[in-house]
């Protein structure tokens, strides 16, 4: 009988502990899916920093490293020239503030994606990061001061 009842015990205290796990678990996973959103506003005294990024475009790969803070469209008065029609002039821009490295949609007409997801305002940008912008991929490699 005591077996019976120990058994009893110990299949709550596995249940209750699961519980417990899978409630920690999911409180991790949305705090990492949280958003790296900055306010418009909150973007001002720029710092230079150098990004490195790799240019997908057209089937074609090119490497570029830029200080910020830079423009990338379709305009050849970008710093980042891009030949992609579905790009707008003016598409997006990368700027610093307090040695933080933000992604900025110019207000484009297709929008600009970082890591699959539309910016509605600026997002900071990390190594690693994928900026999706008209039928152009660039890959951040680096992002240090520069």
């Given at each position: 009988m005591t077996a019976l009842l120990g058994a009893i015990d110990f299949e709550r205290a596995m249940r209750i502990g699961t519980l417990e796990i899978t409630a920690a678990l999911a409180l991790v996973a949305v705090l990492a899916a949280r958003p790296r959103i900055r306010a418009a506003?909150?973007?001002?005294?720029?710092?230079?920093?150098?990004?490195?990024?790799?240019?997908?475009?057209?089937?074609?790969r090119r490497v570029q490293t830029l200080r910020t803070p830079f423009?990338?469209?379709?305009?050849?008065?970008?710093?980042?020239?891009l030949h992609d029609p579905e790009v707008s002039r003016r598409h997006a821009r990368i700027e610093t503030q307090n040695g933080v490295v933000y992604l900025e949609d110019l207000k484009s007409s297709n929008g600009t994606f970082l890591n699959g997801?539309?910016?509605?305002?600026?997002?900071?940008?990390?190594a690693g990061d994928?900026?999706?912008?008209?039928t152009t991929r660039l890959v951040v490699t680096s992002v240090r001061p520069g």
């Open positions: 506003a909150d973007i001002g005294a720029l710092t230079p920093i150098q990004v490195d990024l790799e240019v997908l475009e057209r089937g074609a423009e990338l469209g379709r305009t050849r008065d970008a710093e980042i020239f997801r539309r910016l509605g305002e600026p997002l900071e940008l990390r994928e900026i999706d912008v008209g």
